[in-house]
């Protein structure tokens, strides 16, 4: 789990599209796209929250998850726009 100097935990969508997320409790997150990674640095306390949202609009898909933790290498690479 990747976090930074304030304590978020960096979360992945699973496209490499802009998303934004309106909690229950208000807390809001913008997924921004960066070297084709969509991420955002969510609150530890919404985490849990923001990684049980599932993917409901595809019967074939099923109820499948849409975020994931997001590793180092895709924080380096989101951090720094790409590149090695």
């Keep these: 789990m990747e976090t930074n100097e304030l304590g978020q935990v960096a979360l992945k969508y ?3 599209i ?3 997320v309106r909690l229950g409790n208000n807390n ?3 997924f921004v796209v960066r070297a084709n990674i969509s991420l955002a640095w969510v609150n530890s306390a ?3 929250n923001v990684l049980s949202i599932r ?3 595809c019967s074939a898909c099923g109820n499948k998850p ?3 933790y ?3 290498d ?3 690479r989101w951090g720094f726009g790409g590149g090695r």
């Design 14 to 16: 699973h496209q490499p």
């Design 18 to 20: 802009q998303k934004y």
């Design 28 to 30: 809001e997150y913008l």
């Design 46 to 48: 919404d985490v849990e």
């Design 55 to 57: 993917k409901s609009n």
């Design 66 to 68: 849409v975020f994931r």
């Design 70 to 72: 997001a590793n180092s």
């Design 74 to 76: 895709d924080v380096r």
